[in-house]
């Protein structure tokens, strides 16, 4: 069935490394892909999405490309913060799922200082 | 522009007692709504989710209930919490249109003990 994939967390770097976190999908279909951040005690926010393969969603410094080759949305920053603390999760919707989101399970990324 | 409610923000409520949850959405017209879980660790499970005044779908079979009583306004309830229905509760919405993007409240924290 349709599903994702992401990097088990917890995540731990320090200040000023580079990040990565990877994001597989199963989709029956040509999905959209998402990445949201929920930072500790809030929603969800949209961080950043892509509409179709080699697309380059971008935010606050976080990137990521549709890999349709691959099926894979990895999540890449050059420089983390203390304040990108929080849970990324990588998601999907399908033309014919009406909007519907399917959710990986999340990874939780703590930068130190 | 469009703003999303959701209250109480922190419920604890005893176990076998029934529970009302609220989402508006504001600024906006014939959205989609969601209503998702995310227990303690784990990641977002779609609960429900509504494309007009009083259509709901169910995406698992569980001890809650949603329904739309008016255009903007969803409710998630149960008759008698169990204490596997703790959890992060997030509403969300996303326009008719077909706009994939959703826009998640602030959510509902809920302990059942």
């Known amino acids: 069935g349709d599903s994702v994939t992401q990097m088990e967390g917890p995540v731990t770097l320090s200040e000023e490394a580079f990040l990565t976190i990877n994001c597989t999908y199963t989709?029956?279909?040509?999905?959209?892909l998402f990445w949201y951040v929920q930072y500790p005690g809030e929603g969800l926010q949209l961080l950043l999405k892509?509409?179709?393969?080699?697309d380059k969603g971008s935010n606050k410094g976080f990137e990521a490309t549709y890999r349709k080759e691959t099926t894979s949305f990895h999540l890449e920053k050059g420089s983390v913060q203390v304040s990108d603390s929080a849970v990324y999760f990588c998601?999907?919707?399908?033309?014919?799922?009406?909007?519907?989101?399917?959710f990986g399970e999340g990874t939780q990324l703590t930068v130190n200082p | 522009s469009q703003t999303i409610h959701q209250w109480p923000a922190t419920l604890v409520q005893p176990v076998g007692s029934p529970l009302s949850l609220e989402c508006t959405v504001e600024g906006t017209s014939n959205p989609n709504l969601y209503w998702y879980r995310q227990a303690a660790g784990r990641g977002l499970q779609l609960l429900f989710y509504s494309v007009g005044i009083g259509q709901i779908s169910s995406e698992v079979p569980q001890n809650l209930s949603a329904s739309r009583p008016q255009d903007r306004q969803f409710i998630l309830s149960s008759k008698k919490l169990l204490l596997s229905d703790s959890g992060f509760y997030l509403c969300?919405?996303?326009?008719?249109?077909?706009?994939?993007?959703?826009?998640f409240g602030p959510g509902t924290r809920l302990l059942v003990l």
């Open positions: 892509a509409t179709k393969a080699d």
């Open positions: 969300a919405w996303s326009p008719y249109t077909r706009e994939e993007t959703q826009y």
């Open positions: 998601g999907f919707v399908l033309e014919t799922s009406g909007s519907r989101l399917t």
């Open positions: 989709a029956t279909g040509y999905p959209s």
